[in-house]
């Protein structure tokens, strides 16, 4: 694949990019989406003239060099195109979370002084329309989906397809206009601005330049040996820096056509569909399609667990070995090649994984129970460290070199080094360019010779592979000086499938203690099958028998800590099931689905309280919202329980 | 609801009729017109013959007085399938699903009556029967689209919740292209969400493909809100006709309302 | 072992004809939830009439002079079946829309009695021997190279009930009439309200079931002739239904085979032990044993009750 591309320079941006892949490979697919049931696609060829009718569209009704282009929708091709066109005129796209509110996106807009916005549909016109009295810079917007639209006779709400219509007659009175801007740009220009949802304060705008994404995207695509012929599926919010790198930059950089599904909710189907070759997924994905498979075989016929069970056992124990090309006794082999044939290739062929050659993981530590049972079916699941900041690619995990628990050594081009609190320093062709209009946020985070602190604290273990431990600022001191990693505890909690969400506090206490959200779903199965009825989440969540439930996983934890000499005097002394779950609309979570620790130490203060008081019992009340924005609260009484704490097995072996 | 559309002449004019069931009157002497473009509500307490009355206008009950006009053909007794065929198309108060069959397959029912190849072509599904087939699924994925039941579209609908059979029943209908909708309670048995999710839907039709619907309801709140004009039944007899102000301020239905109320709890 | 591999060669044969009667059994409870008692009788009637057409000392041939052609006979049978199933639509059915199912399974038995009175008076009641040209005997090639004993006619049956199994299966599954039969089968009520015609449906199961019938009959009595006997078969599927289930094609297949195969060799290898005949109570048992393990039989859907 690299050797028909050009490595000097001369094809820098995304334009370019474009331009090139349809000369050189015009015919073959670019992108896909599933409509009304049949999966339409377009050929880098179409999506070239479909770029430029859309970058002539927009020049003509007045979008100018310099300015920014929100974009805001589902992963649509022409929300991908859009990201493009901005970019041929010398524009910032600026994808945004289509699932966020009003509120929050009158803030980026505000801040990215966005002068032009292309939406999805009328909800996100709706949205926009707002606030728009509140975004002075707003003056146009352009919705992809007529759907609703009739009655909207605002001047500046228009349909994409008439804006391409004027830019297709623009284009037929002056071709060759696009390539000639599509010229004008350089590798060191933005090519896109996003926001990072923060766990605190507000976003930031991370601009981007075309070096910073197109070498990035060229060094992953040597690492994994990409090429047009892969698949991948997008459908990961496009403000998210991944979607950005997986199905955009590297979709240019190597030519292969990126698939967009039908809704949200039709995912896992279009998945078995496309049968994609590439895949990421946040470990929430992995972990909710284990859940799936175990909740379905638990309803399976007892010859189909049976089997399921016994050539599972078969692949988790030899199924890794495998994919790594280590040495596997004959008869294993064999066992293996039945197991393929009468349970994973089935079991894959149901998840639409087939097709993978490789899919990565990143954002949170997976759990080693889910990464394990995805490797030993054969799929090649690796992990990433990555940031927005680092145009994602910071650490990568080389194909049979996999561990559970590291996120492998460094990526192409990329230098690390560990600070002396711990926290993880890099530097890399990757590294942004600035925060938008924020040049102290810019200089805490990224030294003058380059380097750009993570703010996660990490060490190398004895390969070279990095090891996450937690946010930097997060990692404390119990009272008595043991080192306290919240995360690290949360995650092993996380790892358990009946536990969802999990808060652990201690610094500066006397011992460490944690929050727990069960698993609707998980627990509620289980509940069903033992007779247990219960009326929703908080019913379920205060019952004796999940406590007990509950109260092993805690008790499994501390094992594993008390093996460990820095981590044994951070065992969970106590914990309690909240009443509700965590909750990205109550601002307890991001819209990433990560605690905001703040909020919830400040709103469930008197809970935290109970946890380091004797008390077993603790009344609340808490607000909810609900779906269509209403409020109500939930009262009840949490129950506080203690865990087992093992004595430090070092301290045992050394008596 | 303030958004615009050409109401047009009358669609649906019902004129005296009377309905009765081994000697005991359900409908007696009802008269209303529906005009084109509208969103026409039935209401009344339990019992009021609303059902019946949609039971007339679809052919399943036969009235024993009066007549019924549907664009222009004035009918006393129709069979079911002769109404659908001239475009009317309706969903039911308990929802009548055909089970066993794909959320696909029960919307491609709703096209029953466009369909005209003969039965040796299609089980050949050659020719001319696999183009109609294939114009058929393009509207039936259209009707999916508009209700977002994407992800559903292969599911066996015996299996899936009470809200998202409401709504393929709702899609099996439109299938049909309608010129005439008739909803059965659409909303019942629903929460909150549920509910306003299927205004809108029952709007956006309205709007969108300019269908005239018909609609019975029990629970009065939903319905004020999105109808143009509502008749009132009660006991048979027709109590009021007018626009949603008119009737809520009448006081023959605050009476009729406030006498059957304990019916909103056993509903 | 070479006499256990005819028995069971035999036995599976005569599962093809079992299941051949109870194809159009299930064909009419999937689409119209009734239980067709007179499915047997049809069988009979079909090749009662088809007899008449082809044969020289029937009706046929005395108002007119002249036999049928066999394929022209097949034919007029066939118009002969739809006439019936249309009279079945249009003098019993109709008057019994939204009835109770025992209701319509009563009417079926009325109509298997009258059919077969009809049958009686018309055609008389001896046996009549059916050939419209389908080899006969054993397979020489089978009998001289493996030294087995298996009728050709019993290889044509079965490739027939297979090909009639796949016509069926497409018929369903793809084509709008099929559909509409599912829809018919599910709830009236809606597939009334979408524009489908309960009556012409009716007439179109009815008159299938009737070729089912005639296809059937037309098997058994190039094997032992047409006789009222064939009219008992249809007692005979209804533990091929136990077994397969009622709304299942490829059940009523499945259940047909184990049926004939197991009562066979039931007969063969443990008759001489309680004296014989098993195989005429054989089949009742085995569906009796199923009733209690799996009531919705090997491939019938399983009730589901909504709450």
Known sequence: MGEAKPADGTVDTFPKLLIDNARRIGARPAIREKDLGIWQAWTWQQVKDEVAAMAAGLKMYGFERGDSLAIVGDNRPQLYWAMTAAQALGGKPVPMYQDAVAEEMQYVLEHAEASFAIVEDQEQTDKLLEVMDRCPKLKEIVYKDPRGMRHYDQPFVRSLDSLMEAGRKFLAENPGWFEAEAAKGKGED???????????????????????????????????????????????PMAWVGDNIFSYGQSYVAGFCVSCPESSDTVMLDLKEIGPTYFFAPPRVFENILTQVSIRMEDASKLNQWLYKKFMDVALRVGPQLLDGKPVSFMDRLMYGLGELLVYGPLKNELGFTRFRLAYTAGEAIGPDIFDFFRSLGVNIKQLYGSTEASVFICMQKNGDIKPDTVGPPATDVELKIADNGEVLFRSPGVFVAYYKNDEATKSTKTDDGWVMTGDAG??????????????????????????????????????????????????????????????????????????????????????????????????????????????????????ILHKLLDADDGELTRTRKVRRSTVAERYGELINALYSGVDVCPVEATVTFEDGRTGTIKADVKIREAKIFPSQQAQAAE | MAHERNIGDTILSVDQISLSFGGVKALSNISFAVKEHEVFAIIGPNGAGKSSMLNCINGFYHPQEGTITFKGNTRRQVRPSEAARQGIARTFQNIALFNGMSTLDN??????????????????????????EMEHRAVVERVIDFLEIEAIRKTAVGTLPYGLQKRVELGRALAAEPDLLLLDEPMAGMNLEEKQDMCRFILDVNDEFGTTIVLIEHDMGVVMDISDRVVVLDYGKKLAEGTPDEVRTNQDVIDAYLGVSHDDEEA | MLFLLETVISGLMAGVMYALVALGFVLIFKASGIFNFAQGVFALFAGLALYDFIATDGWFYELFGFALPVWLGIIATMGVMIIVAWLVEFLV?????NQEPIILFMSTIGLAYFLEGLGDILFGSDVKPLDIGLPQGASDYLLDNFNLYVEKLEVVAAVVAAVLVVVLAIFFQKTRIGRALRAVADDHQAALSVGISLRTIWVIVWSVSGFVALVAGVMWGSKSGIQFSLSLIALKALPVLILGGFTSVPGAIIGGLIIGVGEKVAEVFAGPYVGGAIENWFAYVLALGFLLIRPQGLFGEKIIERV
């Open chain 3, 93 to 97: 059915l109709r008057h019994l829309v």
């Open chain 1, 190 to 236: 933005i090519a896109i601005m996003l926001y990072t949802s923060g766990t605190t304060g507000r976003p930031k705008g991370v601009m981007l330049s075309f070096d910073n994404v197109v070498i990035t995207a060229r060094n992953g695509v040597a690492w994994d040996k990409l090429d047009e012929n892969d698949e991948v599926m997008a459908y990961l």
């Open chain 2, 107 to 132: 919307i491609m029912t709703g096209r029953n009556t466009k369909m005209n190849k003969g039965i040796f072509w299609q089980a050949l599904r050659f020719g001319p029967a696999e183009k109609e």
């Open chain 1, 459 to 576: 060490f190398f273990d004895a390969d070279g592979h990095l090891k996450i431990i937690d946010r930097a600022k997060d990692v404390g001191k119990l009272n008595g000086g043991t080192m306290f990693a919240p995360k690290y505890l949360e995650n092993k909690l996380k790892f358990f499938p009946y536990i969802t969400e999990a808060v652990a506090f201690g610094h500066e206490r006397d011992y460490a203690a944690a929050f727990i959200n069960i698993d609707l779903e998980a627990v509620g199965n289980w509940a069903e099958r033992r007779g247990l009825a219960y009326s929703g989440y908080t019913d379920l969540s205060m019952r004796d028998e999940v406590y007990d439930l509950v109260a092993e996983c805690v008790d499994k934890v501390n094992k594993d800590l008390s093996e460990d000499a820095a981590l044994s005097g951070s065992q969970i002394k106590r914990f309690l």
